[in-house]
């Protein structure tokens, strides 16, 4: 019998990369987002537009016991949307009602697996304070004081198919990504992750120029690739562990360590311009020692490699003119 697939947010970066391996592996995908796929068409059998907060289009996308359904429709971007303050409610509003919807009709229709993407913002920013330092164990999520209100709903909603898990039966997994980047994803517009926002700003920028970053550049973070992130995903979802899990890299960096890998990549020097704006936690690094031990496996590609794939993407999405 053919396997089936359900990819909720199967128009956005991690998404649509998701469904081009769960076709590779042979399974029937339905994709199900607000909006198409931005960098090219989706390669998922059935693609439906749709907007999952709303509870009667959810009955109409989820008909069916899909072998396999993965929930990463969310409300979400950088720094510069999460942080701002702006936003929150929108947040959790659209994040946590597409959760309710999606974990209840899963349960109904009796599906045989879930996976749901949470994220590292649900750590402690107290545990975050050392950049050279930070504490994301899973098991110190707990007391929980997320850094953001995007960070408590994904905590919130962990506890959601945990419960739906406890009291229903239903099969869920469960991981915490940690900063995943790569090709296809957003690149401007105020969404974007740092790094593609500094290989952007790198690419536009003229030898001899300067870079804008937010803050004193001393934050240190852990990026993950992109096809890393599907492989923990793919072999999370497969295996009798329920998470959450830490899906990310212990390669962890300054963001000003990470200006000048880009700019080694693209053969440019820049001055740096610090500028007031937000930032996030000090430190932030993906601990893989669970991942490893109940999954015998955790990402090995280096950071420069990936970053010099990313950067010559957008570079090429770039007017020829800015690039």
């Known amino acids: 019998m053919e396997r089936t697939a359900l990819v909720c947010g199967a128009g956005g970066f991690i998404g649509s990369h998701l469904v081009a391996r769960l076709k590779r592996d042979g399974l029937r995908v339905r994709g199900v987002d607000l909006k198409l796929p931005e960098y090219g068409e989706s390669v998922a059998d059935e693609f439906i537009v749709a907007d999952l907060r709303q509870a009667d289009v959810c009955e109409r996308v989820i008909d069916r016991d899909f072998h396999e359904v993965y929930q990463l429709a969310a409300d979400m971007g950088g720094a510069g949307y999460i942080f701002s303050g702006r936003h929150d409610a929108d947040i959790i509003r659209n994040s946590a009602t597409i959760n309710l919807n999606v974990a209840d009709l899963c349960h109904r229709r009796r599906v045989g697996r879930v996976f749901f993407s949470s994220s590292a913002c649900v750590y402690p920013a107290v545990n975050q304070a050392d950049p050279d330092n930070p504490n994301c164990a899973e098991w110190s999520a707990y007391p929980a004081a997320p850094d953001s209100e995007y960070g408590w709903e994904k905590l919130i909603s962990e506890r959601l198919y945990q419960s739906y898990a406890r009291n229903y039966g239903m099969t869920c997994r469960i991981a915490r990504y940690h900063n995943i980047f790569g090709p296809s994803g957003t690149w401007d517009g105020g969404k974007e992750k740092a790094p593609a926002a500094?290989?952007?700003?790198?690419?536009?920028?003229?030898?001899?120029?300067?870079?804008?970053?937010?803050?004193?550049?001393?934050?240190?973070?852990?990026?993950?690739?992109?096809?890393?992130?599907?492989?923990?995903?793919?072999?999370?979802?497969?295996?009798?562990?329920?998470?959450?899990?830490?899906?990310?890299?212990?390669?962890?960096?300054?963001?000003?360590?990470?200006?000048?890998?880009?700019?080694?990549?693209?053969?440019?020097?820049?001055?740096?311009?610090?500028?007031?704006?937000?930032?996030?936690?000090?430190?932030?690094?993906?601990?893989?020692?669970?991942?490893?031990?109940?999954?015998?496996?955790?990402?090995?590609?280096?950071?420069?490699?990936?970053?010099?794939?990313?950067?010559?993407?957008?570079?090429?999405?770039?007017?020829?003119?800015?690039?």
């Open 198 to 323: 500094i290989c952007r700003k790198v690419a536009q920028a003229e030898h001899g120029g300067e870079i804008e970053i937010w803050g004193d550049g001393l934050q240190t973070r852990s990026f993950l690739y992109i096809e890393e992130c599907i492989e923990g995903t793919i072999r999370l979802m497969r295996s009798d562990f329920a998470g959450p899990v830490n899906i990310g890299s212990e390669e962890m960096v300054s963001i000003n360590r990470l200006v000048d890998m880009v700019c080694e990549i693209a053969g440019k020097r820049l001055r740096k311009r610090h500028v007031a704006g937000p930032t996030g936690v000090r430190g932030r690094r993906s601990d893989n020692r669970l991942i490893a031990e109940r999954l015998d496996w955790q990402p090995t590609q280096r950071l420069m490699d990936g970053l010099e794939k990313t950067y010559a993407w957008i570079e090429s999405q770039l007017p020829r003119s800015a690039a």
